[in-house]
Structure formats: C-alpha cells, structure tokens
C-alpha cells in the first residue's frame, strides 16, 4: 500500500516567499508609489504563499484603521506592474512569479472566535463544565 505524505513548502518556498515579501514589504515603506487613493503606509503584508513552481504569489495583506483592506488590496491588484518590476529586479529568479494580492482575514476571524470565547453563554458552560468534573473528581 503506498503512503501519501502531505508536505508542507520546500525550504527555497519559503526563502523566495520570505524574500518576496521583504521587497513588497520596502516599497510600502518607501511610500514612493505614486498610487491614487493607495494608503501605503497604513498597509501590512503578513504573508506570502508562493507555488510550488514559484510562478505565482499569493500576497495577504492587512490595513490598519481607518483603512478598507479590500478597497487596498483592489487597488493592489490593479497597480501590480510596479512591485512586479521590483520583484523581479530584486531578487534573482528564472521567471518573476504573477503576484495576486488578498485580504489577509485571519485577525478578523482571530477576533470573532475570543468574541464567541468570552461571551456570556460560552462562559456559563465553561463554569458548568467546570463543576461538573469538580464533583466527579470527589
């Protein structure tokens, strides 16, 4: 019987994707995009997935308030030409990866689940729980 093993991104993944990410991460900081409506500098890139042919790039990017995220990354994805350029300039590869900006939801999602943790009702079966293995344990 053959085994499937689920593997994880190769280390030169990972490197290229960390790398990438230092680039895009430079040029918001610069904030030398001439942008309309771009907020380069209330902008997070918080992380990079790149294929495993390290032909395309998944870029997650959040926006600090009062910022759209999803307003952001649209314009992101417009203007993508510049930071591809620089990408390419950058770091040393045989074909420049095509860059795809996304909203990085994962805060959000990190939110609602303490929200629902530290709601009343959770906390109430949290205590019941509580003391029903206190009374099993005597």
Same mark, same amino acid.
């Given at each position: 019987?053959?085994?499937? $093993? ?6 030169? $993944?990972?490197? =290229?994707?960390? %790398? ?15 942008? *309309? ?9 918080? %992380? ?22 999803? *307003? $952001? =990354?649209?314009? @992101? ?15 040393? @590869? ?22 629902? @943790? ?15 293995? %206190?009374?099993?344990?005597?």
């Amino acid at each position: 019987m053959k085994k499937t $093993q689920i593997s994880g991104p190769s280390q030169r $993944q990972l490197r =290229v994707a960390e %790398e990438i990410r230092h680039v895009l991460a430079r040029m918001l900081s610069q904030d030398d995009l001439f942008i *309309e409506g771009l907020k380069a500098s209330y902008l997070m890139i918080t %992380e990079v997935r790149i294929s495993p042919d390290l032909t395309s790039v998944s870029v997650f990017v959040r926006a600090m308030s009062p910022v759209d995220t999803q *307003e $952001q =990354v649209d314009l @992101l994805n417009a203007h993508k030409g510049p930071f591809r350029y620089r990408v390419g300039k950058s770091i040393r @590869l045989r074909l420049v990866p095509e860059l795809v900006f996304k909203p990085d939801l994962s805060f959000d999602e990190a939110t609602h689940i303490a929200d629902l @943790l530290n709601s009343p009702t959770v906390q109430a079966d949290v205590r019941q729980a509580a003391e029903r293995d %206190e009374s099993d344990d005597a």
